[in-house]
């Protein structure tokens, strides 16, 4: 299993605010920034969320991220139906020495 | 535009060898770390390792130190990924991502390559 945990699928409806968590350790995510992908079936990830809570240019301000202690959060507001994805969180992890994904979270738009 | 290219599709054989390539446009490439990416059905992401092009640093996961080697040709903007004996556990799919910042272990991975797929089958 994943050094992250990540529940494996979320849904919501159009409009509606969604959360998905990563939960991790001392080594990474008490340590390091998060970052947050969004990945279609069949494209490349796309960076979504970095340093915890900073959005890339192109990034709508639906997507917000936050962390507290060993844990992370992504937050999408305002659900839309394009959103219906793959989310996957990444950190360094000190004691693996190597940079850690979480197993992704499956959005399911209702 | 700011893009990573990567090569094609490699279909190869238990013991043979390969290389695929990222090539780099729209920016300065010695001066973002390059990394790479597998992604295999069950497993999810994969980090491999990453390069620093001005000076060649190279990092590698543990899990894949040994099993490949990670280089670039700055003359030409271009990162590479070769195996020396592939196996079929090398099977996959492989971006290369520029990443963000002087720390390779901060920042995300802002620009993704679209990925090259790799079969190993005898």
């Known amino acids: 299993q994943s050094v992250l945990t990540q529940p494996p699928s979320a849904s919501g409806t159009p409009g509606q605010r969604v959360t998905i968590s990563c939960s991790g350790s001392?080594?990474?995510?008490?340590?390091?920034?998060v970052n947050w992908y969004q990945q279609f079936p069949a494209t490349a990830p796309k960076l979504l969320i970095y340093?915890?809570?900073q959005r890339p240019s192109g990034v709508p301000d639906r997507f917000s991220g936050s962390k507290s202690g060993t844990s992370a959060s992504l937050a999408i507001s305002g659900l839309q139906s394009e959103d219906e994805a793959d989310y996957y969180c990444?950190?360094?992890?000190?004691?693996?020495?190597?940079?850690?994904f979480g197993g992704g979270t499956k959005l399911t738009v209702l | 535009e700011v893009q990573l290219e990567q090569s094609a599709a490699e279909v190869k054989k238990p013991g043979e060898s390969l290389t695929i390539s990222c090539k780099a446009s729209?920016?300065?490439?010695?001066?973002?770390?390059i990394g790479w990416v597998r992604r295999m059905p069950v497993k999810g992401l994969e980090w491999v390792g990453v390069?620093?092009?001005?000076?060649?640093?190279?990092r590698y996961s543990p899990s894949f130190q040994g099993q490949v080697t990670i280089s670039v040709d700055k003359s030409i903007n271009t990162a590479y990924l070769k195996w020396n004996s592939l196996k079929a556990s090398d099977s996959g799919m492989y971006y290369c991502?520029?990443?963000?910042?002087?720390?390779?272990?901060?920042?995300?991975?802002?620009?993704w390559g679209q990925g090259t797929t790799v079969t190993v089958s005898s």
């Open positions: 729209g920016y300065a490439f010695s001066y973002y770390w």
């Open positions: 991502a520029r990443r963000i910042g002087a720390d390779f272990r901060r920042g995300g991975m802002d620009v």
């Open positions: 990444a950190i360094w992890d000190d004691s693996l020495i190597r940079w850690v």
């Open positions: 340093s915890n809570d």
């Open positions: 001392s080594s990474n995510i008490g340590s390091h920034t």
């Open positions: 390069i620093f092009p001005d000076d060649s640093t190279i």
